[in-house]
């Protein structure tokens, strides 16, 4: 390209990095109140669960011959406990410290994730639009099907390219030139599979994210990074250039060969350092997991970071999914489940004790960390250590399950709106005496029409002569603002009454069942998993 030409794109770059856009305001929050945690002591009950876990991580790292590690665990968006052992250099013994910098790998993912969305936020692109707008050496791919879509941002975003899975390949790319990958790419790249049918990890794909970002920007992927992402939330330690770090605060990264630790030299930021190239400390990536973290749950205060809260959360729903995988291990052959897939620059999972479950993994030669937090309970974990390929996935596990046994790590309770505790108490007083003009009231036009009025009275009548009299005095759970169950006591039994509200302003009851309760019956949903 002739220098005319490339003056013309960093203008036009420029131009396109600078928001002009204007949003509209958001609508009013209306009767919506956000979940919240019903313990206020949860912080300091979880932190009973600290020694135990400082146990776990040492003693992983002992016997996985770990040089120097790093972790923290993160309670309500504030690093509530750090942790550290060994060395961050082996020939001087020097100790791994709270500031010291490790290499996190594909961690970095997410942040370049968060750079497209910022960038699709301020009205620079879309994530259905064709990647080769913005990167012309991909126009010339050879697509594997003649009804394959032309490749988009969002199927980079969510693994979904069918570009073949390449960590091995992926982990020394990370100093090529950004002439070198450009000719790469314009040799053309193979698919395993047509783009938006199948979850494959691409490291090359987040590398040309890296490209669109630098690209659609018109600044260099780490300068729009720093500027625009990592300076806002105070990340000042984050770099993508280890040679950049102060020599005392860089932990080496080493592997374990013919019984020693041989040092691996440290790979230089290039055109793939969008896809792995990110050093941090334990304090910054405390800060961007916090940030990842305080999107939850949807509220109405003033937002506070580079990216809208509603980015935020996009970014940590399930786009591409993998297939699930059911297991029984230990020695009583307990069930695990592991289903999900990936959001953008992040695993996104449930299990059989957390319905929703974030993380990323990252390795290189030399390091290896891992971060991973649950949105509804605002609790996560963050560790690395600088051993190739250091894998966290257990030793987090057992962490959580620390946490678990406290019984203080529990999500937040739906808040239910003014209009279904006001629906709540019309049902209630209609099952101890049922009311036609209460009927009528509390009900949405469909309720009597899939079974008549008549008919609801008689059942009814018929449960409360079987359980005796009965009184308001049950726990009332809401599955969320419109949607909610309870317990009424009686001299026989109990009843459980559940309701949904229709989406009417007033909304009134479209769903209403009354039956019943079991001896042990408890509200709330089922186990994800059977216990056997």
Same mark, same amino acid.
């Given at each position: 390209?002739?220098?005319?030409?490339?003056?013309? *794109?960093?203008?036009?770059?420029?131009?396109?990095?600078?928001?002009?856009?204007?949003?509209?305001?958001?609508?009013?929050?209306?009767?919506?109140?956000?979940?919240?945690?019903?313990?206020?002591?949860?912080?300091? +009950?979880? @932190?009973?669960?600290?020694?135990?876990?400082?146990?776990?991580?040492?003693?992983?790292?002992?016997?996985?011959?770990?040089?120097?590690?790093?972790?923290?665990?993160?309670?309500?968006?504030?690093?509530? !406990?750090?942790? #550290?052992?060994?060395?961050?250099?082996?020939?001087?013994?020097?100790?791994?410290?709270?500031?010291?910098?490790?290499?996190? @790998?594909?961690?970095?993912?997410?942040?370049?994730?968060?750079?497209?969305?910022?960038?699709?936020?301020?009205?620079?692109?879309?994530?259905?639009?064709? @990647?080769?707008?913005?990167?012309?050496?991909?126009?010339?791919?050879?697509?594997?099907?003649?009804?394959?879509?032309?490749?988009?941002?969002? !199927? *980079?975003?969510? !693994?979904?390219?069918?570009?073949?899975?390449?960590?091995?390949?992926?982990?020394?790319?990370?100093?090529?030139?950004?002439?070198?990958?450009?000719?790469?790419?314009? +040799?053309?790249?193979?698919?395993?599979?047509?783009?938006?049918?199948?979850?494959?990890?691409?490291?090359?794909?987040?590398?040309?994210?890296?490209?669109?970002?630098?690209?659609?920007?018109?600044? %260099?992927?780490?300068?729009?990074?720093?500027?625009?992402?990592?300076?806002?939330?105070?990340?000042?330690?984050?770099? #993508?250039?280890?040679?950049?770090?102060?020599?005392?605060?860089?932990? /080496?990264?080493?592997?374990?060969?013919?019984?020693?630790?041989?040092?691996?030299?440290?790979?230089?930021?290039? @055109?793939?350092?969008? #896809?792995?190239?990110?050093?941090?400390?334990? /304090?910054?990536?405390?800060?961007?997991?916090?940030?990842?973290?305080?999107?939850?749950?949807?509220?109405?205060?003033?937002?506070?970071?580079?990216?809208?809260? $509603? $980015?935020?959360?996009?970014?940590?729903?399930?786009?591409? $999914?993998?297939?699930?995988?059911?297991?029984?291990?230990?020695?009583?052959?307990?069930? $695990?489940?592991?289903?999900?897939?990936?959001?953008?620059?992040?695993?996104?999972?449930?299990?059989?004790?957390?319905?929703?479950?974030?993380? !990323?993994?990252?390795?290189?030669?030399?390091?290896?960390?891992?971060?991973?937090?649950?949105?509804?309970?605002?609790?996560?974990?963050?560790?690395?250590?600088?051993?190739?390929?250091?894998?966290?996935?257990?030793?987090?596990?057992?962490?959580?399950?620390?946490?678990?046994?406290?019984?203080?790590?529990? %999500?937040?309770?739906?808040?239910?709106?003014? &209009?279904?505790?006001?629906?709540?108490?019309?049902?209630?007083?209609?099952?101890?005496?049922?009311?036609?003009?209460?009927?009528?009231?509390?009900?949405?036009?469909?309720?009597?029409?899939?079974?008549?009025?008549?008919?609801?009275?008689?059942?009814?009548?018929?449960?409360?002569?079987?359980?005796?009299?009965? &009184?308001?005095?049950?726990?009332?759970?809401?599955?969320?603002?419109? +949607?909610?169950?309870?317990?009424?006591?009686?001299?026989?039994?109990?009843?459980?009454?559940?309701?949904?509200?229709?989406?009417?302003?007033?909304?009134?009851?479209?769903?209403?069942?009354?039956?019943?309760?079991?001896?042990?019956?408890?509200?709330?949903?089922?186990?994800?998993?059977?216990?056997?």
């Amino acid at each position: 390209m002739r220098r005319s030409a490339l003056s013309r *794109l960093a203008v036009l770059g420029a131009f396109l990095a600078c928001d002009t856009t204007v949003e509209s305001p958001a609508p009013p929050a209306g009767d919506y109140q956000p979940a919240r945690f019903a313990d206020p002591d949860r912080a300091t +009950r979880l @932190a009973a669960a600290f020694p135990g876990i400082d146990s776990i991580f040492r003693e992983f790292a002992g016997s996985n011959r770990v040089p120097g590690i790093g972790y923290a665990i993160l309670v309500d968006g504030r690093l509530a !406990h750090i942790g #550290m052992a060994g060395v961050r250099d082996v020939p001087s013994n020097a100790p791994v410290e709270s500031t010291t910098v490790f290499r996190i @790998a594909s961690m970095t993912k997410s942040f370049t994730a968060l750079a497209i969305l910022k960038l699709r936020d301020g009205g620079k692109l879309s994530l259905d639009d064709p @990647a080769e707008r913005y990167v012309p050496e991909l126009a010339g791919l050879a697509y594997p099907t003649a009804d394959s879509p032309r490749l988009t941002i969002r !199927h *980079l975003l969510s !693994h979904s390219a069918g570009f073949p899975e390449d960590n091995p390949w992926g982990d020394q790319q990370l100093d090529r030139t950004d002439d070198e990958m450009a000719a790469m790419m314009r +040799r053309g790249i193979p698919f395993s599979n047509p783009p938006g049918t199948a979850y494959e990890y691409s490291n090359y794909g987040f590398a040309i994210l890296g490209r669109i970002v630098a690209n659609v920007s018109g600044q %260099p992927y780490a300068r729009y990074l720093r500027e625009q992402i990592l300076e806002p939330l105070g990340m000042t330690v984050t770099t #993508m250039e280890a040679a950049s770090v102060p020599p005392e605060r860089l932990a /080496h990264g080493y592997r374990w060969e013919d019984d020693t630790w041989k040092l691996e030299p440290p790979l230089p930021d290039g @055109a793939f350092g969008a #896809m792995g190239g990110m050093l941090t400390s334990i /304090h910054d990536l405390g800060r961007w997991v916090a940030f990842l973290l305080d999107a939850y749950p949807p509220r109405s205060d003033p937002e506070t970071g580079p990216v809208k809260r $509603s $980015s935020v959360r996009e970014m940590q729903q399930l786009w591409r $999914s993998r297939p699930s995988r059911v297991t029984r291990a230990g020695a009583d052959g307990a069930i $695990s489940l592991f289903s999900g897939g990936y959001g953008y620059g992040l695993g996104v999972t449930q299990t059989c004790l957390f319905n929703h479950v974030v993380a !990323h993994s990252g390795g290189l030669p030399g390091y290896g960390s891992q971060m991973r937090w649950l949105p509804d309970y605002g609790v996560g974990i963050i560790a690395m250590g600088n051993l190739t390929y250091t894998g966290w996935g257990n030793v987090i596990t057992q962490a959580f399950d620390r946490l678990s046994s406290t019984g203080a790590l529990r %999500p937040r309770e739906p808040a239910p709106s003014a &209009a279904l505790l006001s629906a709540r108490d019309a049902v209630t007083r209609l099952v101890l005496r049922w009311d036609d003009a209460l009927a009528d009231s509390v009900a949405a036009m469909n309720l009597y029409l899939d079974t008549s009025e008549e008919r609801r009275q008689r059942t009814i009548e018929a449960l409360l002569r079987e359980v005796g009299e009965c &009184a308001d005095d049950g726990p009332f759970v809401a599955e969320n603002a419109l +949607r909610g169950e309870w317990m009424m006591r009686c001299t026989r039994g109990r009843l459980r009454v559940s309701i949904t509200l229709a989406p009417t302003v007033p909304p009134g009851v479209q769903y209403l069942n009354v039956r019943r309760a079991g001896p042990d019956e408890v509200l709330g949903p089922p186990p994800a998993c059977p216990t056997n």
